[in-house]
């Protein structure tokens, strides 16, 4: 059973940053499509970035190139996610999924495993 827990979430004021993790418990780490999504209120849950099994692709929602950074850590089986220039419409809670894949997907559907999710909030 693969097991995903986030935490790093918190509240901030616009143009502050912050950094989640996702730490990963079992399986083969390195072997999994990572992905970080995101769910407002009201709306649907949807992909913020993703990285291949071996991290050599990444991918990211059009909204948040150039402020957010995903990486891996194999040797700790986490994944990070580097949240830079805050906005208020980047609040949502955070997920961290995994997929049997090579390639992260951009739909929810496409994953196999999540997190329980963290809140990120953000001040005007």
Known sequence: QVTL?????GLVQAGDSLR???A???GTFSAYAKAWFRQA?????EFVTGI?????AIYYEDSVKGRF??????????????MNSLKPEDTAVYFCAAARTTV????PNEYHYWGQGTQVTVSS
């Open 69 to 82: 950074t995903i990486s891996g850590d194999n040797a700790k089986k986490t994944v990070y996610l580097q």
């Open 20 to 22: 989640l993790s996702c």
């Open 41 to 45: 209120p009201g709306k649907e849950r």
């Open 104 to 107: 992260p997907g951009y739909s």
């Open 24 to 26: 990963v418990s079992e």
């Open 5 to 9: 827990v986030e935490s790093g979430g």
């Open 52 to 56: 291949t099994w071996n991290g050599n």
